[in-house]
């Protein structure tokens, strides 16, 4: 859970609030300051919609008491500086805590945030000043989305040479650290498939029958295609759980290249759907992306190869064989689904129509790790075919724009307009964000 920790700076003498009628409010004594601030405290409780990420608050008064902030700082994610005077200590004093520092000094009255912080959020990305409870929760939903990932473990379930590749879909596990804070595993594939070869029908039949149950119509796999996709879900639950990732990328051709081939994508789907962000042809860079996404958003996204982008019509299709059933958020209904084979020629997979009308956010990070373009769209229609299994149609608004800004070849998709919020990660974590078509 992130902690924020909230410091209230108030001046040695009385302290004065500048009201939002342009009154100044002046309060002198211990308890009366003491009241005031207690007075405070509670206002902002009431109007966050996540007040139970603050600590107890802590009061600076003079250059002595951020010894107890530096003693803080390590069980800190962030500060929330509550400015009620003007600040009695050096401003370097706060910067050097190395921690996102949230400036405020009153619900739309920022005259001593801004007085004392703004110029250092020009060159520091970890300061922000907030206008109002709003900003503020925006920054703790950002906030929350940096320590997600911070705090997630990547399963990368490939053959040893795609793990030592400097190609597009993989980016460097050293900056991937340094920069979103995600550890990578290495996990060899060959491992994946012996623990799936041992797994027996009875251990994998729950999983099936639960497929089976739940799609509206199966139209070519078989009980026997779809218990040994399940075999495939069983194991990789098993080899995510032991590594204690909450992530996962996986090079999925090579179970393609198997005497009996089996897709992978049932099980994609099913862990996108429990809250675990999978991305298929090891594509560490597409799963970066959706984390990402699915954090910010708290839904699971749907990533796709750029199919076509028509620029006489503004239109990008996005085509690919996995795609959650609860892209409307995790606690909302599943879609319906029907089981179909893979690119027409074995195994199982699911078709989902999507909501038409649905506005979406695409985005897709650089392999650096500096750049991530993005842009909105509106699905305008979805179709059941195979060359991958589902092929969305979307609107967007300046598709030669896009193509000429785009990295990469796949994309991922998210239900709901995400740019304020990647606009404001981005900028925390120090990438460009790049808004296109």
Request: glycine share 6%; proline share 5%; with cysteine.
């Amino acid at each position: 859970m992130l902690n924020v920790k909230l410091v209230f700076v108030l001046s040695t003498g009385p302290i004065m609030l500048f009201l939002p009628d342009g009154t100044l409010e002046r309060t002198e004594g211990e308890d009366a300051i003491q009241s005031k601030v207690h007075r405070l405290y509670e206002e902002l409780k009431q109007g966050l919609k996540s007040p139970d990420v603050l600590s107890e608050p802590v009061m600076v008064c003079q250059e002595s008491d951020i010894a107890m902030l530096q003693q803080a700082t390590p069980q800190v994610d962030a500060f929330l500086v509550y400015l009620i005077s003007n600040i009695p200590v050096p401003v370097s004093e706060f910067l050097s805590l190395g921690k996102p520092l949230i400036a405020f000094s009153g619900q739309h009255t920022p005259f001593r945030a801004l007085h004392i912080f703004s110029e250092e959020r020009e060159h520091n990305t970890q300061v922000t000043v907030a206008l109002d409870y709003k900003d503020i929760d925006d920054q703790i939903q950002m906030l929350k989305t940096v320590k997600r990932l911070g705090d997630t473990k990547i399963a990368f379930i490939s053959s040893p040479s795609s793990m030592l590749s400097r190609w597009h879909d993989l980016p460097d596990p050293e900056n991937i650290r340094r920069k979103l804070g995600s550890d990578l595993i290495a996990i060899d594939i060959e491992q994946l498939i012996a623990e799936a070869a041992g797994i027996s029908d009875a251990e994998a039949e729950d999983t099936s029958r639960k497929w089976m149950n739940g799609a509206i119509e199966i139209i070519e796999p078989t009980p026997a295609d779809v218990l040994k996709a399940a075999k495939v879900h069983v194991a990789l639950s098993r080899i995510i759980e032991k590594a204690g990732a909450g992530a996962m990328a996986i090079d999925c051709i090579r179970l393609l290249s198997l005497p009996e081939p089996t897709p992978a994508c049932l099980a994609l789907t099913t862990l996108k759907n429990n809250g675990i962000p999978s991305a298929c042809e090891a594509d560490v860079t597409a799963l970066l992306t959706m984390m990402i996404l699915e954090y910010s958003a708290n839904k699971p996204a749907f990533m796709g190869n750029i199919a076509r982008l028509n620029p006489e019509n503004n239109e990008l299709i996005m085509s690919h064989c996995v795609m959650p059933t609860k892209m409307a958020g995790f606690s909302q209904p599943p879609d319906q689904y029907v089981l179909r084979n893979y690119h027409g020629y074995c195994g199982a997979t699911a078709y989902i129509d999507l909501k038409k009308g649905q506005e979406v956010t695409i985005a897709r990070i650089a392999r650096g790790l500096d750049k991530l373009v993005t842009l909105k769209g509106k699905i305008l229609n979805c179709t059941d075919t195979t060359s991958c299994r589902i092929t969305v149609t979307l609107a967007i608004e300046n598709a030669r724009d896009f193509a000429h800004k785009a990295m990469g070849r796949h994309y991922v998709m998210v239900y709901g307009d995400y740019l304020k919020e990647l606009r404001l990660l981005c900028h925390t974590l120090g990438i460009n964000l790049i808004e296109a078509g």
